[in-house]
């Protein structure tokens, strides 16, 4: 079963930035598309931000131009920048695999523990 840590989030000032690290294991992670997801109070968690297994990205609009996803397969590591921080991009942020694009917008039966990004005006 899939294994996520995510890591690196805290506490920044509107302006400031931040990088996120998600290690997975019990996949082969190479054959898999990543992605990160935000979860603020009150609302669903949604995907913000993809990566195929060959290194194409996509990025929903409230993130892009500011935020930047990477991978390295020989670390069974996701990445994701976030620059330009804003008051709502306040939440907590999540990673996940799936077999492609298509599949990240699916359902998942599991998630890690997830890292707080709080940004402060």
Known sequence: QVQLVESGGGLVQAGGSL???CVASGIIFSNNA???YRQA???QRGLIAA???GGTTNYAD???GR???SRDNTKNTVWLQMNSLKPEDTA???CN???DLYGLGWDFGSWGQGTQVTVSS
Do not use: E, N
């Open 19 to 21: 990088r996120l690290s």
């Open 92 to 94: 907590v942020y999540y």
């Open 34 to 36: 990543m992605g990160w």
């Open 51 to 53: 990566i195929t297994s």
């Open 67 to 69: 935020f930047t996803i």
């Open 41 to 43: 109070p009150g609302k």
């Open 97 to 99: 695999a799936a077999p």
């Open 62 to 64: 409230s993130v892009k």
